[in-house]
């Protein structure tokens, strides 16, 4: 049940990728340690090398028609992705994403990036806001979706990337929950969800 957007889509025809990236967890302190102090740099490397692996080796992957799309710390992958590797990444789906650390829970952010004072060049390097200029200037690449409630990942965060993408004249497409927290709960809700997020990959994969 947990997997059960990955078996829909497989089931519509997508080729389904999940990578554990360094950084990822349950792998132990060493796997993990990768992203002390640079949140949002080695994970999409990874990324993007299986991805490029698994379309060498399988042949079965078409790397023209790639989209990443993941929720909270997998959304705030999502936009670095389209934003660093927009060669790569064809479309992004974003889901109540950190864009940037400075504004997330203390307690979750210092543990990996330290205080802000005593790592300044990795908060900016690991902020999608200071990559919003490379974000493609295509129609129909990135969705961003987000509760407007929500208590863990603030909308604050999706403003503040609105208004980037406002002033670099970037395209998006927004969904907003105003009833929803960082888990949409109403079956309402999650339906629309899953019916965009097909739609979307539908509609401009």
Known sequence: MRQLRMHM???QGYCVVA???RGSQHRGIQFESHLRGRMGTVELADQVEVLQWLADTLGYIDMSRVAIHGWSYGGYLSL?????HPSIFKIAVAGAPVTSWSLYDTGYTERYMDLPQHNAIGY???SILNYVKLLPEE???LLIIHGLI???VHFHHTSSLINALVRHCKPYQL????NERHSLRSLDASKHYETTLLSFLQNHL
């Open 9 to 11: 889509l497989a089931a």
């Open 19 to 21: 990578i554990d990236s």
């Open 80 to 84: 670095m992705g389209l934003a660093q």
């Open 124 to 126: 900016k390097l690991g």
């Open 139 to 141: 129609e129909n690449r």
């Open 150 to 152: 929500d208590e863990n």
């Open 175 to 178: 969904q907003v929950y105003p």
